[in-house]
């Protein structure tokens, strides 16, 4: 690999860009605004006031939408589901 490549590397793993650009283009998917750009950029902005501590880091999902899919896994009502209930649940 040539020097430039891997330095390129580094600097994309480092900066965790191939996350965040992973993560905004999910964001997209879910919220799908009229206005991308503008809600990108909100997006952004909340990222670096989180990383600041004076706010908090946009999530895909709320807690509303995770006790959803727990309700999914946990069908008895169990209040817990087993290892293997949540590899399935994940592997979807």
């Given at each position: 690999?040539?020097?430039?490549?891997?330095?390129?590397r580094e600097y994309l793993r480092r900066h965790r860009l191939p996350e965040l650009l992973h993560?905004?283009?999910?964001?997209?998917?879910?919220?799908?605004p009229e206005r991308p750009r503008e809600f990108l950029i909100q997006v952004l902005e909340r990222v670096k006031a989180g990383r600041?501590?004076?706010?908090?880091y946009p999530f895909l999902m709320d807690e509303a939408n995770v006790d959803?899919?727990?309700?999914?896994?946990?069908?008895?009502?169990?209040?817990?589901?087993?290892?293997?209930?949540?590899?399935?649940?994940?592997?979807?």
């Amino acid at each position: 690999m040539a020097a430039g490549e891997e330095q390129s590397r580094e600097y994309l793993r480092r900066h965790r860009l191939p996350e965040l650009l992973h993560r905004l283009g999910a964001l997209l998917l879910f919220h799908r605004p009229e206005r991308p750009r503008e809600f990108l950029i909100q997006v952004l902005e909340r990222v670096k006031a989180g990383r600041r501590a004076e706010g908090e880091y946009p999530f895909l999902m709320d807690e509303a939408n995770v006790d959803a899919m727990f309700s999914l896994l946990d069908v008895l009502g169990q209040g817990y589901i087993r290892p293997a209930q949540y590899r399935e649940g994940a592997s979807t």
